[in-house]
Every structure is written in structure tokens, then in C-alpha cells.
């Protein structure tokens, strides 16, 4: 039975309640590359993930945090000063213990370098030599991170740095959306990483992690790769550039290159087109998951059926439609990917890929979304998604279901209005929080439609085939070791997939170093140890606890495989990024891998290694 990271409890609902992170709540002393963004005015739900300000409020861009150039201001921001040696930046006032970052992250990252290790040193060395760096190296560039604390009952709100929110545009409530609650003013708090902290050795890596990667639980495929952020130095690997089933750490190669390829302000259009019949409307799917039919919709801020509906009233005048054709023709090939396990298409986890859907082709929002708030991911999807949304708009035109049908749109004339002209469109949530949603939730099916913009952007059949030629082809082009990386699907669920530890510590560097500013939209989603998503339950024993707090990371989990990746800061204060990979477990010990992963990050992070 395959199994995925899907039925924790989803990042909206954890980044909600009281923290008990050892380190002293979600922020803790950890300096990433922030950039998650606020959500769009929008009623609370069980799925909204945490929605803040906007991006005009209190965002401060200040140079680089290890000495490289600073974030350009967006819209309605202000140049910060330096993090390292710069004036202070304001803090946020203290709160009652137990109740997350209440003591203020300034004081907390201010006094990590005198943090004492939250564990023991580890053993002695292994009799093999220390990695040799087979990267490139990179600079210190870019790691200032923007935390806005809001310290209210809604928990905490993260805004990314001034040219992530410039890419959002102004975004006002759409008809039918509430207007949110007065919230209070938030107060931002700039930290970084501190360009003098000691760098760990591979050596003391090594001595830390050794008795820890050879446990039975992990069983005896265990892949790691460990490496320094700022330098991209390999710091302990172990078949580090081993093709290993990844589950859905995979969505971390999904993200990176769809926001490589299609961009961050990119938006996917779904379009209403007249049809080549009297009367006829052709609904044209682009892949958008989260459309919803109306204001209840699963995903706050998604675009809407009921809103397309009603342009092509108003472009139809007085004329009637009298039938709704399905444009699903975008993608192609199966709708299953042939190395998913066999429950998965029924299994609640995933479900039909079409370009057409709604709600992410939940057969129930209201039950989703009860479900979502009880921390489970599992839901029913309907068999048919592109016709569900197709009967759901012909509801919406006054048009019965037996008139729904399957078809293509006509190409548009030179006459307008005519076969194929525009009737309306709606267009989705920018990339940015689509690919917010995809890495906070592990949601598969968003996973799905963001692989298959990769091969629309790089002119490759919009197929399961398609997507991951096309993924592979983006990886290269960002200078990722292709040969260390085979893709099935996007989401991570095929066993197919294969990749490495280091292609995994090598992007997230790349995401961090600040060539590619975009790429740093995959930090806002990564789930925050004993805090938020994935990861929410996890790094709470006496043995993990060091972690909690400054780990970020993706999870991955399938029947014997479980995997994790992303970044941990050392108690000196250093920023490292780590993946291990495992896919010969015992099919009843995910409990005891999940702990035996858990003990390797607190490891790096309760230790400076040297």
C-alpha cells in the first residue's frame, strides 16, 4: 500500500497552534531565505496557509546577510540596514512562554551562538576520507531572510523579500471574497546568517552523523549528502550521488523548475471560447488544480467558475448558451502514472491529471476541508475531473448536465464575435504560491499540473513523459547533475523516480545563493521542525528536540521509502543543507525511520561540528 506525507496535519492548521519548539517557537535561530508569501484576502479555512499583510507592510530588504548585495525593495518596502553589524531592527514584544516565538526572533537569533548544543558530540570519525568538494563553489550571496511575526491568535505571517512580493501585483478581493479581519500591525525582524560562523568540518560531520545513518530502522539503502550553503562545500556523503526513490522530496525539483521555467508572476488561464455550434460554449482547460466553482472553493485566493460564468454572460448579451464543451485536450497520455502504487488512484492521495478541474478534484469541498482541519490529506476525487468541472459550469450557465460533453475548441476566426472568440478568463494564483501550496501541503495533484507547465514552457507533451523530460532538461540548464535525476511525475508518488542526495543539497544551495532569486520561493512552503506541516509532529523527543525550530524541510514517505531534505542551521549559527534518502525500510517501520531521520538533523543542528 503506498503511503505519502500527505495525512500530517496541513501547514495551515499547525502554523495556528501554541509552539513548543525547544529552541524557542517557529523561528528559533533559523536564518533561511525566506520567502513566504501572504496570502490574498480571504475568509479563514481549514487551507489557507497562514495569509498575511500585504506586501506593503513592514517588508525590510537590507544587504546581503553574508556579504553579497542586497535584496532590491519592493513595492512599498524599505531598505533595511544590514543584518551583520548594521543597526538593530525592531523586535517583537515578548509573550506569555509556551506560545511559539513569543520571546522575539531578534532575541532569540541574537543569542544563538551562546545556545548551548542541543546534544552530544558524536563518535568518532569513520576511517574514510573527508568528501572532496566535486561542485562548483558558491559565494556568499544572498541569505538575508524576512520574518513579519504576527503576534496574534493567528499565528505567524511570513513575508518574502521586496522583489518576491513585486511579483505579485496588486491583488484586491475578488467578488464573493470576505474581506479579512482587522489584523495588527506586524513587526518585521530581519535575520541572517552570520558570514563568520565556523564552518563545520567534514571530519566533525562526519564523527556526528556516522553511528546515526547506519541504524536498521533506515535499513540498508541510506543515501546522504550534507553541504555548506554559502560555500556549496560537501560536508559527508554517503552513495550521495546515488539515484534513489525520493517520494516526495520530488516536489522540490517540481518547484524549482517550474519556477525556473514558467516564472513566479505566472498565471494559468482557464478560458471560456465561443464554440463552432449556435449557442455553444467551450470551456478550455490551461492546468490550473486549485479552480474553484465558487467562493466555498478548497484553495482561498483560487480563481473561480462563477466568476467565468459570468463574463461570458455578459459577452453573450441576451443569448442563452444551450450546451458546455469540455476542453481538456492540453494534456495528454495517461491520466495515472503507470509506476504509481495501485491504492493511489483510489487511495484518497492522488487522483486523475487533467487539464480541467476544480478543487483539486476533490469529489467533496466540505468534507476536504474538515478533514484538512483534523490534519487529514486524504480525500475522495472524483473519476472524471475535467467533465466534473465542465457539468459544474454548465450549472452555472443554466445548462443541463446531458448537454456536457467532450470536445476542442474551434481556432478563432477573424470574425468577432465568432467560433473560438474569447468569452472570458480567469487566471490562477501566481506560480509563487501555487508552488507555496505544493511543498507546505505535499499536495500531489498541484504537483502534477505545475510538472506539466514545465513541459508546456519547454514545448514538451503536457504528459507524465513530458513533464519529466522537460524537468530534467530545466535541471541541467541550472547546471544540476542530469544524470543523478530520472523523473516519472512531479509528485513524487512514482516509484520510478530516482534522485540523488547531492542533485537535492546542490538545488537547494542554488535556490539559496542568490543567482536565481526566483528559485527562493521554495523556502516559504518548507515546513518548519515541530511547528508546521510535515513536519509538525516531528522533532518533539529528548532526541530530536535540538532541531526543532531550525530545520526546514521537504519529507517524503511511500511504503519503505522515506526521505527528507532542505535546511538546518548549527548551533554556531552556520546554514547547511541536508538530504537522506532511504527506500529499503521495513514496510512496518516508518515510525522508527521517521525517528532514526529525525536524530541525523538534530545532529546537525545541535552540534557545530568541527
Known sequence: MGREDSHYRP?????????????????GRFPVPDAHLPRPPASPGPADLTPGPS?????LAGPGALGGPGVPAGPGSSGGP???????????????????????????WAAAANRPAGGPPGPGALESPAPTPRRRQRVPVLLAAVLVLVLAAVGIAVLRPGPVAGWLGDEPAGPGVAEPAAE??????????????PMPTPEGVRAALAPLVGVPALGDRVHVSVADVATGQPLFGRGEDDGTVPA???KLVTGVTVLAARGPAYRIPTRAVAGAAPGEVVIVGGGDPTLAVDKKGFYPGAARLDDLAAQVRDALGGTKPTKVTVDSSLYSGPVFEPGWDDDIPTGGYGGAITALMTDGARSDVTRAKKDEAAGNHWAERVSQPDLAAGRAFARLLGVPPSAVARGTAPAAGAATPGPGAELGKVESLPMVRLVDIMISDS??????ALARQVALARDQPASFVGAGAAMDAVAAELGLPADELTLADGSGLSRSNRISPSLLT?????AGDGSRPELAAIFGGLPV????????DRYGTAATKAGAGVIRAKTGTLTKVHAIAGLVSTSDGRLLTFAVLTDAVPPDGLTAARGALDRIGAALAGCGCR
Open 11 to 27: 501547514d495551515a492548521d499547525a502554523g495556528r497552534r501554541t509552539g513548543r519548539s525547544a529552541s524557542g517557537g517557529a523561528a
Open 55 to 59: 506586501p506593503a507592510s513592514g517588508v
Open 82 to 108: 544590514g543584518s551583520s553589524g548594521g543597526p538593530g531592527v525592531p523586535r517583537g514584544p515578548g509573550g506569555p512562554a509556551g506560545q511559539g516565538p513569543s520571546s522575539g526572533a531578534a532575541d532569540l
Open 184 to 197: 495588527p500591525a506586524p513587526v518585521a525582524v530581519l535575520a541572517a546568517a552570520d558570514a563568520n560562523a
Open 248 to 250: 516526495s522530496v520530488t
Open 443 to 448: 499536495d500531489n495533484i498541484v504537483a502534477e
Open 506 to 510: 546542490d538545488l537547494i544551495a542554488l
Open 529 to 536: 521542525a515541530d511547528w508546521s506541516g510535515t513536519l509538525a
